[in-house]
């Protein structure tokens, strides 16, 4: 069995409910994403019914760099659901999930995988690999709107920082304690987050915004202002309650892939 | 933060509640604050929102945090400048309390009882006698009672934080 050696990552992403209301501009954004790593790419019209429209869904997104052209000007994929995703054994076998930058062994003839779709709410890890050449897949066989979901996740993930080291987590559970400690008795937030502390979490830089994250999560306190500074995104402009924001805010976490369940 | 947490803390910070009678009434919340306990409200957190935009101020009043504009703030909600916190019939009580450069730093509630109740920045809520609090460095100084008819029956202290994903909640009182 032939195999791809290299991808690379190119991240996750997560749908919502509205990306299904138009089809027809994931088509073109699909097509733009993959042109900008491969190069104009051919996109058809898939089988949308087959698609359930459920709330969220995210993957991880691996591209074969040993068979990415350089200078094709038509992209042919197929789209298929992994079989071994939802059971830890078997995903383990197939080389699923690989660190970052290292891929998993495909067969040679396989266009692409497209594994996590799952329900809403849920954590979605999923994987698509693209080698190209060989036939042109069938249309039918494109589940296109999955495969713009990952395309897009991709583009967006790329941005994501590396994942926080155990002395970033010790710094942010030093700098948060010390917060916390000093500021619960604070009723005006304007003043709780000058606090030396909190200011040097957001020092951290984007490697603090999974801890952040996590930190709203198991321990809900006032982190919505350092996540809005980092990420320079307030997903939770809407919201009018700290528990409107703080879910905002874990919702937008779970589609950028900082954080699961 | 356990709730044995939130009154260590609170004992931590409020110094002269040693000696004196209060009542923790409920644990650590980090969705509602003191102006919004004054005001009856434990879903929002009142404040301008400069850097808490989820946070509750009416629409209409500038976004600065002074003793003035909270007053402005409570006038919403039918209350009114009165000379001291002295009980009367029929009406309940607020009073806003500033540092030393009359920034506002609390508020607290009269209950029918004649007693008080603050809930402590994050913190948890707790009964107590207003000479207790006035003064206290963590708190600040009484710089201004305001008074409303007695709305009915005060809310009871409520639960910690609920956490869900989704949570349908009334609009910011002010709306």
New interface residues.
């Given amino acids: 069995m032939a195999t791809d050696t290299k991808a690379g990552f190119l991240g996750k992403m997560q749908l919502s409910e509205s990306h299904f209301e138009n089809v027809q501009q994931w088509e073109l954004d699909f097509a733009e994403i993959l042109s900008s790593a491969w190069q104009a790419p051919e996109v058809s019209s898939s089988d949308h019914d087959k698609f359930e429209p459920e709330a969220h869904h995210s993957a991880t997104v691996y591209m074969s760099q040993s068979t990415l052209p350089t200078k094709a000007r038509t992209v042919h994929f197929k789209v298929a659901e992994f079989p071994g995703l939802a059971d830890p054994k078997r995903k383990e076998e197939a080389g699923f999930p690989q660190p970052i930058g290292e891929l998993p062994s495909i067969p040679a003839d396989t266009r692409a995988y497209s594994v996590g779709r799952s329900s809403a ?1 849920s954590r979605n890890e999923g994987v698509i690999i693209v080698p190209l050449g060989g036939a042109r897949p069938k249309v039918s066989d494109v589940d296109l709107l999955t495969a713009l979901s990952e395309a897009q996740a991709a583009v967006a993930a790329r941005k994501r920082p590396a994942d926080p080291t155990p002395a970033d987590r010790a710094k942010f559970r030093k700098l948060a304690k010390q917060w ?2 000093d ?8 003043r ?2 000058m606090h030396r502390a909190y200011q040097q979490i957001i020092a951290m830089g984007p490697i603090a915004i999974p801890l952040l994250l996590e930190a709203l999560r198991d ?4 982190w ?2 350092a996540l809005s500074v980092l990420s320079d995104e ?1 997903p ?2 809407n ?9 905002a805010w ?2 937008w976490g779970d589609e950028k892939g900082y954080i699961g369940d | 933060m356990t709730d044995e947490d939130g009154i260590a803390t609170a004992r931590r910070l409020i110094r002269s509640l040693d000696g004196s009678t209060w009542d923790p009434k409920s644990s650590r919340n980090p969705a509602y604050n003191c102006f919004a306990w004054a005001a009856r409200e434990s879903n929002f957190w009142v404040e301008p929102p400069g850097t808490a935009p989820w946070a509750c101020w009416p629409r209409d009043l500038p976004e600065w945090d002074t003793v003035e504009n909270y007053v402005r703030a409570y006038s919403k909600l039918g209350f009114e400048e009165c000379e001291n916190g002295t009980m009367e019939p029929d009406t309940e009580k607020i009073a806003i309390f500033a540092d030393g450069d009359g920034a506002p730093m609390h508020a607290a509630r009269q209950l029918p009882s004649g007693r008080w109740t603050s809930k402590f920045g994050k913190g948890i809520d707790f009964e107590h006698d207003l000479d207790t609090l006035d003064g206290d460095p963590a708190v600040g100084t009484v710089v201004c009672y305001m008074r409303r008819p007695d709305p009915g029956p005060p809310p009871p202290p409520p639960a910690g934080l609920i956490v869900v994903d989704e949570i349908k909640e009334p609009d910011c009182v002010f709306d």
């Fill in positions: 709410g916390v400690h500021t619960e008795g604070i009723s005006i937030h304007s709780a987050i321990q809900p306190d006032h919505m202002w307030d939770a402009r919201a009018r309650t700290f528990r409107q924001a703080r879910a874990l919702r």
